[in-house]
């Protein structure tokens, strides 16, 4: 029986027990590299056909893990008000966009240069790089797995080095910057993914399906 | 509840001896830190037995501790856990009681 009744620690083995499956960093990569696809495609191909980037976190995440996650190592939500503070930092963060898009669309000039708006798309891939750092330092410190600092801080790094590259070749353009990052961030976090998961796989066994409630 | 059990704190009244059994701290403690769980994963969490484990579970939802919800997901049954009101007061209690009583032991 587990000995450990430090209340930290079981909370952090809780969240581990979940996020040793490697399916959020999988699918992180998979929406990174189709969020690339989809610049690319709206920059160049002009299909439209790429708009398909949300679906790989938002949806087929929860139904992995139904299928793979849960059935092995069981189920468990977490605390709502851990589910609140996130909707906060999402609801903060959309107003951001939102006050900047008010801005831009009173002070929009054609013919004229938005100075708050080339710094942002000069440095997208900084910002988004910063964004995606503190999602994995957040859910390292949630559940003490150490790849996910590794991530943030592969996350950020490639962010200063896209828009470093980027600045000499294309300035100010928002897809420049952020294709970079994508395919660089998304094909590690993918590969990093998809070797923890056949490890989770390998190691928890699916139980007989009567083995996994209670007598 | 064994004699042993009752006999570890003779003097202390504060001490919730539901709670106090290790299995059953170990099930309440996981229970504590999540909102709700399956029976799997308490089961896993806690490296129990089944029929160990239905047995404590049945003790804490006796005591109105624990709330035990039957579902299937799949057309496969579930057994969800969440602790009641009761249940994460008595869980606070007891850790508060247990720090006091290290607390009043001479070094």
């Keep these: ?215 | 509840m064994s004699s042993q059990e009752n006999d570890l704190f003779p003097q202390n009244p504060n001490i919730d001896r539901i709670v106090h059994a290790p299995a059953r701290l170990s099930i309440m403690a996981n229970l504590y830190v999540v909102e709700s769980a399956d029976f799997l994963f308490i089961q896993k969490r806690t490296e129990l037995t089944r029929g160990n484990l239905s047995a404590h579970m049945s003790i804490l939802e006796k005591q109105g501790y624990i709330e035990v919800q039957k579902e299937f997901v799949d057309r496969i049954p579930r057994t969800l856990l969440r602790l009641t009101k009761k249940g994460r007061k008595a869980f606070q209690n007891y850790r508060r009681n247990m720090k006091d009583f290290f607390g009043e032991l001479p070094d």
Aim: some cysteine.
């Design chain 1, 1 to 215: 029986m587990d000995k450990s009744f430090d209340l930290q620690e079981t909370g952090r083995q809780a969240h581990r027990a979940i996020d040793q499956d490697g399916l959020l960093e999988l699918y992180l990569g998979l929406t990174l590299l189709s969020f690339a696809l989809f610049l690319i495609d709206s920059l160049f191909l002009k299909t439209d056909l790429f708009f398909i980037w949300p679906i790989f976190l938002f949806i087929l995440l929860p139904i992995s893990r139904r299928y793979f996650t849960y059935p092995r190592v069981g189920y468990a939500s977490f605390s709502p008000a851990k589910k609140k503070l996130l909707l906060v930092l999402l609801l903060i963060f959309n107003l951001v966009f939102l006050v900047l898009g008010i801005y831009v669309a009173l002070t929009f000039d054609p013919g004229k240069r938005i100075p708050i708006l080339d710094l942002i798309f000069g440095n997208f891939s900084i910002i988004i790089g910063l964004i995606i750092a503190v999602v994995f330092l957040y859910k390292g410190r949630q559940s003490g797995i150490t790849r996910f600092y590794l991530y943030a801080f592969i996350s950020v790094a490639s962010g200063i080095l896209n828009a470093t590259i980027s600045r000499a070749d294309f300035p100010d353009t928002l897809g420049d910057t952020m294709i970079g990052y994508s395919v660089v961030v998304g094909i590690i976090l993918l590969a990093s993914g998809a070797n923890t998961f056949i490890r989770f796989l390998r190691k928890n066994p699916l139980p007989h399906r009567n083995l996994r409630d209670c007598k």
